[in-house]
C-alpha cells in the first residue's frame, strides 16, 4: 500500500483504524472523524465523540512509537508544572501495528501573525523557564522517559556521541563556513563547558511561536511538538533556538518573561551563539549534499556576522 498522505487508499485505511482506536479506548465509535493533512510524519484525525473533541495520530513508521511515548511523557510532567500543552491520553501500537496517539483537541490558531504577539513571546519566556525548571536524569534525547536505548550519563559523554561536535565542526571547515579561529573560538567555548557541573533539565528543542496555540485574546493556549524535546544545560540550550526568529525587540521580552537579568545574559551569551552557530550544521549538510551554493552563501554570511547590526567586530 502507498503510504503517501496523498493517496486516498491509504487515507481510508488510516482513518478506518482511527476509528478502531477511539472505539478500543472510549467504548463507542467516534460521530464524526476528519482528515487533517499535517506534514509528512503522521496521518492525523479530528475526532468528535460524546467524550469531546480528540485528535488521533498515526504513523506508518514502527519507530514512531517512541517518539509518541517521549511526548506523552514530556506533556504529563509540564502539565503537572503549569506549562499549557495538549493532553495526551494514551499511546500505543495495539489496535494495528502502527503506533498511535489520542490527545485531547487544543482548539485556537498558531500564534505567528496574531496581533498580541509581544504579549505571546512575553509569555514564552514565562513557560520556558519553568520547563527549564524540570529536573531530568542524563543528557540528549534518551532521559527519564524511556528505560531503553543508550544514555549518556555525562555532558561530554551527550557532546561526543550524540550531538557530534567534532562531525559537525568538520563540515564547517571542510566547506569553510567559518574560518579557522572562529572554528577554533567555537570548539574552546564548547570545551569548557565540559568541566562544569551540569545538572540536566527539561528544554523543549523548538519553543518558538510556530508550536504555541493561542486564544483569540492571545493567551496561550498550549504549546505543542514535543517530540524534540531532550535533556540537556539549561536555559543555554533553549535560549539559542527560542530567541532565533524573534526581532531585537522581542528577543528582550522573552528574556524578560524568562527572568533573566542583563548580566546574566552577558555571561550566558557565548554559549548560546556557540550553540545557535553549530546547530546550523543540520542545515548546511543538506545544502552541502544538494549543491545548494546560493544557500551556502548565505549561511556563510550570516555566520560570519555579516547580518549583525547590534556590535562592533571583536
Known amino acids: 500500500m502507498d503510504e503517501s498522505q496523498d493517496h486516498p487508499g491509504a487515507i481510508r485505511h488510516y482513518r478506518r483504524l482511527a476509528k478502531q482506536i477511539v472505539q478500543k479506548h472510549f467504548g463507542t465509535l467516534p460521530t464524526r472523524i476528519v482528515y487533517k493533512r499535517s506534514g509528512l510524519t503522521n496521518f492525523v484525525f479530528v475526532v468528535n465523540h460524546v467524550e469531546g473533541q480528540f485528535v488521533v495520530r498515526i504513523s506508518p513508521d514502527p519507530e514512531r512509537l517512541e517518539a509518541f511515548r517521549k511526548e506523552l511523557w514530556a506533556t504529563q510532567k509540564v502539565r503537572a508544572a503549569g506549562v499549557p500543552s495538549p493532553e495526551v491520553l494514551a499511546v500505543g501500537n495495539d489496535v494495528g501495528s502502527e503506533p498511535y496517539m489520542i490527545s485531547r483537541r487544543v482548539t485556537g490558531a498558531e500564534a505567528t501573525h496574531h496581533p498580541r504577539r509581544n504579549h505571546i513571546v512575553h509569555e514564552m519566556g514565562r513557560f520556558a523557564q519553568m520547563i527549564n525548571s524540570i529536573p531530568t536524569e542524563s543528557f540528549g534525547t534518551n532521559f527519564d522517559w524511556t528505560t531503553t536505548g543508550t544514555k549518556n550519563v555525562t555532558w561530554s559523554d551527550y557532546l561526543d556521541n550524540e550531538w557530534e561536535i567534532d562531525k559537525r565542526l568538520r563540515l564547517f571547515a571542510e566547506h569553510k563556513i567559518l574560518s579557522n579561529p572562529e572554528l577554533n573560538k567555537l570548539r574552546q567555548i564548547i570545551d569548557q563547558t565540559r568541566t562544569l557541573h551540569i545538572q540536566p ?65 552577558e555571561v550566558m551569551a557565548p554559549l548560546i551563539k556557540a550553540f545557535n552557530i ?37
Open 201 to 265: 533539565s527539561l528544554s523543549h528543542g523548538d519553543l518558538r511561536l510556530k508550536n504555541v496555540i493561542v486564544d483569540d485574546d492571545g493567551e496561550i493556549a498550549a504549546i505543542i511538538d514535543w517530540e524534540d524535546c531532550l535533556s540537556t544545560i539549561a536555559p543555554h540550550w533553549e535560549l539559542s533556538i527560542a530567541l532565533h526568529d524573534l526581532s531585537i525587540d522581542e528577543k528582550h521580552l522573552f528574556l524578560e518573561g524568562y527572568g533573566l537579568g542583563t548580566e546574566q545574559i
Open 278 to 314: 553549530i546547530n546550523y550544521s543540520s542545515a548546511i549538510g543538506p545544502a552541502v549534499e544538494t549543491g545548494d551554493h546560493k544557500s551556502l552563501d548565505e549561511f556563510k554570511l550570516r555566520l560570519s556576522g555579516g547580518l549583525d547590526l547590534y556590535s562592533l567586530p571583536q
